[in-house]
């Protein structure tokens, strides 16, 4: 029985492998650099593509080139061919592989030469597969059914026959003409409907106000904020790319134990569309005790190589910490030594757009802008339930809720996986930042909103949506909760913080900054009271409040279902109900723990010294033990 239980452990602490989307890689690892030489190109391979070819709109010339981007696939693909002869007659059916897929076509593996030779003769090519969820960008997922035309055949050395098709439309166009307008009617009337009935609900409340006022008004409150967030994030709008706005930037990643991703996170960071004498990239690590230090060193030398045409020596660098210190003094130290005047941090296992940056700085070209977040996807979505579930979270949270804050320049926090801040910012407020304590505690964490707070105070803060970055998040229930607790104790330690200020903001803000903290912070006893008390001393089933959870879960998904286009939205409801379930309850554990300084997740140093505490108590209860034993002898139990 022991032996079974030491196995179902194990099993249960396996490590799950994440699904990420698998780009296929370009012929240079730097493609989207500028070559300062001018000797090669960024759009090699792209058509000849220059933003200047685009009369200078860079959106539109964003997205051309990232409906080049192909995706690695292994897609079940039936052609159906017509020939030449100006019949409707089919010449033949067959089924092949698809082994690689953009916006704009699929390569085909075929098995015969025959089959290769037929679609050479073609007139019409008729291709139907499904583009299967993960493989490409969320929104693209969907059966496709439509013509596509023979650009090249080749045979490879390995006697592989590939097709390379084109599609008669994009799959952009063809998502918008099948399936979005669909989506957006549907999501548009079912968050009317929402909407009119949780308005409708809350007006109803004041009937109750004789009952309990304290209640029902909060009740009130809660759903006006709610509402309000969804209203001022439609009205939001990203600064616009200026081609000629490129700012010096440098970029800090702090790493700790990340060896598996940092790699990835440099090269990212390198590879951006912007003037390599404006960007830097500094990797601090915090005396990690993985191959991570090895990794990075790896990563800088193959990036060398490129080093005729992009600078990386002089650009690209990287400083070991001599004993862990934190993620504040790692950050610090990257800024001290920092070129430019904006600082860019980037968390260890996040990944950069190649137009993130160029993105992120332009709304500096405001003097009083302090501070930029940009928006972070989850990158493995499609790992699990748990990951689809964050997928949602993060994207309304950001696209949502930042966006309505940063409609009245007060983005609370700038998150860790991508902000931008202005130099002198850090260095005025970087001891204060270092050594900051909560109740006679060192913070050890939530740098991001403590960072945020020192901007904040006599700055704007914003938020850029089409700066993207994709982050690894947890794929494990018990990493995430702790996660989680991490966030919350961060989270109601630094508003505490903030509250002081936040008065003198602009009105509206500084309203929903007060009601957004009292919020979250009396859900647990609302909802014991209503699913608790209320049914127990009246007897009364809580429909309607449960009926508003629902409501109000349901305009979470349905908002991703606008936006995103996405397969993903219901899990936006499973989020709501997992958050009312479990989630929720982390709040009270944080109201009497903010002042603990371990992650969790990983092994810094407050948290050796929680194991090793643990580890001595754990060895006194022990000896009792032992000590009980000899004195009564084992027993017979």
Not at 250 to 260: D, G
Not at 293 to 307: F, G, H, S, Y
Not at 505 to 533: D, H, R, S, T
Not at 630 to 635: F, I, L, M
């Amino acid at each position: 029985m022991l032996s079974k239980k030491k196995e179902t452990k194990k099993k249960n602490t396996a490590p799950i492998e994440d699904i990420l989307l698998q780009q296929k890689p370009d012929r240079r690892m730097l493609s989207y650099v500028p070559d300062k030489q001018q000797v090669r190109n960024n759009v090699d391979r792209r058509g000849g593509k220059t933003l200047e070819s685009f009369e200078g709109k860079a959106d539109d010339y964003i997205k051309s080139i990232q409906s080049g981007i192909r995706y690695q696939v292994d897609y079940k693909v039936k052609v159906k061919v017509k020939g030449k002869d100006g019949k409707k007659k089919i010449a033949g059916k067959f089924t092949c592989k698809g082994v690689d897929i953009s916006s704009t076509g699929i390569l085909l593996q075929v098995e015969t030469q025959a089959q290769q030779q037929m679609m050479q003769n073609a007139d019409k090519i008729h291709l139907d597969f499904e583009i299967i969820p993960g493989s490409m960008p969320e929104g693209y997922e969907m059966k496709v059914k439509q013509t596509a035309k023979l650009v090249r055949a080749i045979k490879t050395q390995d006697n592989k026959l590939l097709c390379g098709m084109e599609f008669h439309k994009t799959l952009a166009e063809y998502a918008t003409r099948r399936k979005d307008g669909y989506m957006l009617t549907v999501a548009s009337l079912m968050i009317f409907f929402i909407s009119a009935f949780i308005m409708l609900m809350r007006a109803e409340s004041v009937i109750y106000f004789k009952f309990n006022k304290w209640l029902y008004l909060y009740s009130i409150i809660a759903a006006a904020f709610l509402l309000s967030r969804y209203l001022f994030g439609a009205f939001y709008r990203p600064v616009p790319i200026d081609k000629d706005y490129t700012p010096g930037v440098t970029v800090i990643i702090p790493c700790f134990n990340e060896e598996e991703w940092i790699h990835r996170t440099i090269l990212s960071c390198v590879n951006q569309d912007y003037p390599i004498d404006k960007l830097e990239v500094i990797v601090v690590d915090d005396h990690s005790n993985d191959r991570s230090v090895e990794k990075i060193q790896e990563t800088i030398e193959k990036l060398k190589a490129e080093d005729e045409h992009y600078e990386i020596a002089k650009r690209v660098s990287y400083i070991v910490q001599p004993v862990n210190k934190g993620k504040r003094d790692a950050l610090c130290e990257g800024v001290k030594v920092a070129q430019h005047e904006l600082i860019v941090f980037v968390d260890s296992d996040s990944f950069l757009d190649p137009f993130a940056i160029r993105n992120l700085v332009q709304p500096f070209k405001d003097p009083k802008m302090g501070g930029v977040a940009g928006r972070t996807d989850v990158a493995n979505t499609y790992t699990n339930a748990l990951t689809k579930m964050q997928s949602v979270r993060y994207y309304i949270a950001f696209r949502v809720m930042k966006a309505a804050e940063a409609y009245f320049d007060g983005v609370t926090c700038l998150s860790g996986p991508l902000s931008c801040y202005r130099r002198e910012i850090i260095m005025d407020n970087m001891d204060n930042w270092l050594n900051q304590k909560f109740l006679g505690q060192k913070a050890t964490f939530g740098d991001d909103r403590a960072m945020t707070n020192f901007v904040l105070e006599h700055h704007r803060t914003s938020y850029q949506d089409t700066a993207i970055c994709s982050t690894i998040v947890p794929n494990k229930h018990k990493v995430f909760l702790k996660q989680q607790m991490r966030w919350k104790r961060s989270w109601l330690r630094e508003s505490i913080m903030a509250g002081k200020f936040m008065w003198h903001k602009e009105p509206f803000m500084a309203v929903f900054f007060y009601i957004g903290l009292i919020v979250p912070v009396a859900a647990p006893v609302v909802v014991l009271y209503n699913l608790v008390y209320v049914p127990i001393t009246q007897r009364i089933f809580p429909t309607t409040f449960l009926v508003g959870l629902l409501l109000m879960s349901l305009i979470m998904s349905v908002v991703q279902l606008l936006l995103r286009r996405s397969s993903t939205w219901i899990y936006g409801m499973l989020f709501c109900i997992y958050y009312e379930a479990v989630l929720l309850w982390q709040m009270p554990v944080a109201w009497v723990t903010f002042w603990k300084s371990t992650w969790g997740t990983r092994m810094t140093p407050e948290d050796l010294k929680e194991q090793e505490k643990k580890k001595k108590k754990g060895e006194r209860k022990g000896g009792v033990k032992d000590e009980q034993t000899k004195a009564h002898g084992p027993g017979t139990a």
